[in-house]
């Protein structure tokens, strides 16, 4: 019997310590494997809710747009808005030409004529895609002498540095509403791809023209102000709410702009379009004065239309 079993019994043992090693390694290696995972378990208890939050939290919470509008409206809005950014600029140029505007640095005057260019040109470019939604561009008006010195209290084409600060105002409005439209626009879906794409378009410039704004307030004038809307921007900044809570957007942070919804905006505006809350203030001069010499601060001024409107875009 001994005879017999005696070559069996090596290969016998041999596979059956088979599964045990196996078993063994198994083990060890979930042993590896669940230290190895336990502190990114433990992590994802906390980031789990979190991503939950950020994920599942209705939208229109963490983006409120107020009234909601059809991309034929939305397209209104920002042609009434254009019309009076152009016009705000065209008042500009004129006070740069023989107005109070007309000590302002050069720099500072190829923005105005730079920037104006382009708000006629989305007033053109707008009321070309007005028709095509069922709208009237003609029909989308401003007053014939908007009620500017609603903005600052006073009249901002008596001095660079007001039409300065009252033109930052304008240009980061104007950001923050295209902003505020984003979520009406993708709402209305192939209706709005179209309108989309051009407030998107227009929203860069217009955020460039911000940013150019600010930076020759802080260059020409030395004003406490960045190129950029600042981290806990206050109203002494920006006229709207750039600060929101309640939203997983961290819009008090420097790496997120806040946005304006169109009540807002208008109840902003509406002061402006208002005329008559129109005081009598010494009025831009829109229509060249004879010969009336003005001092001429440093540095000197020269004709509009110079051509050096490109160096001016290259600064920002």
């Given at each position: 019997?001994?005879t017999?079993?005696?070559?069996?019994?090596?290969?016998?043992?041999?596979?059956?310590?088979?599964p045990?090693?196996?078993?063994?390694?198994?083990?060890?290696?979930?042993?590896?494997?669940?230290s190895q995972?336990?502190?990114?378990?433990?992590?994802?208890?906390?980031i789990?809710?979190?991503l939950?939050v950020?994920?599942f939290?209705p939208?229109?919470a963490a983006y409120?747009?107020?009234?909601?509008?059809?991309?034929?409206?939305v397209?209104e809005y920002?042609?009434?808005l254009?019309?009076?950014?152009a016009?705000?600029?065209?008042?500009?140029?004129?006070?740069?030409?023989?107005?109070?505007?007309?000590?302002?640095?050069?720099?500072?005057?190829?923005?105005?004529?730079?920037?104006?260019?382009?708000?006629?040109?989305?007033?053109?470019?707008?009321s070309a895609?007005?028709?095509s939604l069922?709208?009237?561009?003609?029909a989308?008006?401003i007053?014939a002498n908007?009620?500017y010195?609603?903005?600052?209290?006073r009249?901002p084409?008596?001095?660079?540095a007001?039409?300065l600060?009252?033109?930052?105002y304008?240009?980061?409005?104007g950001?923050?509403a295209y902003?505020?439209?984003v979520?009406?626009l993708?709402?209305?879906?192939?209706a709005?791809?179209?309108v989309?794409?051009a407030?998107?378009?227009?929203?860069?410039?217009?955020?460039?023209?911000?940013?150019?704004?600010?930076f020759l307030?802080?260059?020409?004038l030395?004003?406490d102000v960045?190129?950029?809307?600042s981290?806990?921007?206050?109203s002494t900044?920006?006229?709207?709410?750039?600060?929101?809570g309640?939203s997983?957007?961290?819009?008090s942070?420097?790496?997120?702009?806040g946005?304006?919804?169109?009540?807002?905006?208008?109840a902003?505006?509406?002061p402006?379009?208002?005329?008559a809350?129109?005081?009598t203030?010494p009025q831009?001069t829109?229509?060249?004065?004879?010969?009336?010499?003005r001092p001429?601060?440093?540095?000197?001024?020269?004709?509009?239309g110079?051509?050096?409107?490109a160096?001016?875009?290259?600064?920002?």
């Open positions: 019997m001994k017999h079993l005696t070559p069996i019994i090596p290969r016998a043992t041999h596979r059956l310590l088979l045990y090693h196996f078993l063994a390694v198994l083990f060890a290696q979930s042993g590896r494997f669940v995972v336990r502190p990114l378990a433990k992590a994802m208890v906390f789990l809710p979190l939950l950020v994920c939290i939208t229109s409120a747009q107020g009234t909601v509008l059809t991309p034929r409206q397209t920002a042609l009434t254009e019309k009076l950014e016009d705000f600029y065209r008042r500009g140029v004129a006070a740069a030409q023989n107005g109070g505007l007309a000590g302002a640095p050069q720099v500072a005057k190829d923005a105005i004529v730079s920037y104006g260019q382009d708000e006629a040109d989305h007033v053109e470019q707008l895609v007005l028709p069922g709208g009237d561009p003609n989308v008006t007053p908007p009620n010195t609603a903005i600052l209290g009249d084409f008596a001095n660079p007001d039409f600060l009252a033109g930052q304008v240009e980061d409005l950001v923050a902003k505020g439209q979520q009406n993708l709402a209305a879906g192939e709005g791809k179209t989309l794409a407030a998107l378009a227009i929203h860069s410039v217009e955020a460039r023209h911000a940013a150019g704004v600010r307030r802080q260059s020409l030395g004003e960045n190129p950029w809307i981290t806990n921007a206050s900044e920006v006229i709207y709410n750039e600060n929101r309640g997983p957007i961290p819009f942070s420097d790496a997120f702009d946005y304006a919804t169109a009540d807002e905006v208008l902003l505006v509406s402006i379009l208002n005329v809350q129109q005081p203030v831009p829109t229509v060249p004065q004879p010969t009336t010499p001429s601060p440093s540095p000197q001024p020269t004709p509009s110079s051509g050096s409107s160096p001016v875009r290259a600064l920002w």
